[in-house]
């Protein structure tokens, strides 16, 4: 009941804006920004009740805007007509669905909703699927690329003359990652500072290519999606992306503990 309610609210303050939008007098021309917002300022509010009064309808309109616009997006379209019209039909007493109607339409509504975004997030991750395959049997044609079991690709820009990590090394390195269009998500050289981590403790790309590395070379890896985040879908790297990374491997930094067993030799 909490959710319909704050529906209702919101719609309310909707079709009373609409309304006093509708009864009021057209102008010909564009009058000023200054005075256009003088003579849209109709509300009187005399009292600190009043003001939060008036924001919990501007901030209930603000939300079932969204609530309309955002299913839209995806192919559901929902008429604001028929929206205003029951929050009409409610205020008048004389709603035309019951509360258990009213409740099965929206879970209805919430079950397309999320049908229609899965379908879309399945078509987007196929499509990027297969943008990557093409895109790694392209880059694997050129000079110098090798191909591991796994499907990792890579490329040495700079060889190393260092000694190779273990799985079980903590490596310092400087890196930039981007999808296979260019655009980049993650660069330790835009932050100013080199990254330290535990080599096993990356995505699977990284701890197999790292190891193919000498200390001092800079080599350019493409990752297939299995190797990096799979169907894992984030505001910055879509599922099933394949990666592109350029990683230069400065040292092997096991701190404390190379030190304790250099000074026990």
């Not at 392209?138 to 079991?149: A, C, L, R, S």
């Amino acid at each position: 009941m909490k959710s319909l309610l704050k529906v209702s609210l919101l719609a309310a303050t909707v079709m009373l804006a609409v309304g006093c939008q509708e009864d009021a007098p057209k102008t010909e021309g564009a009058a000023p920004a200054a005075e256009q917002s003088a003579a849209a300022k109709t509300v009187n509010l005399q009292s600190e009740d009043d003001k939060a009064a008036y924001a919990i309808g501007v901030s209930f309109a603000n939300y079932l805007s969204n609530s309309i616009e955002k299913p839209a997006e995806i192919g559901i379209n929902l008429n604001k007509d028929l929206v205003l019209e029951g929050i009409q039909h409610v205020f008048a007493g004389k709603a035309e669905m019951t509360e258990e109607e009213t409740r099965a339409a929206l879970e209805s509504l919430d079950k397309r909703v999320a049908e229609k975004m899965k379908a879309q997030a399945e078509e987007k991750a196929a499509t990027n699927k297969k943008a990557g395959d093409d895109f790694r049997a392209d880059f694997e044609k050129q000079d110098g690329v090798k191909k591991t079991d796994s499907g990792l690709l890579y490329q040495v820009m700079t060889p190393g003359e260092g000694e190779t990590p273990k799985e079980t090394d903590t490596v310092q390195v400087h890196y930039k990652g981007t999808l296979i269009d260019g655009t980049q998500f993650d660069s330790s050289y835009d932050r100013g500072e080199p990254a330290t981590f535990p080599l096993n403790r990356v995505i699977p790309g990284w701890t197999e290519g790292v190891q193919l590395m000498k200390v001092g070379a800079k080599y350019k890896f493409v990752i297939p999606p299995e190797l990096a985040y799979g169907e894992q879908d984030t505001p910055t790297i879509p599922a099933n992306s394949t990666l592109v990374f350029e990683v230069e491997l400065l040292k092997i930094d096991n701190g404390d503990a190379d030190a304790k067993a250099k000074s026990a030799q």
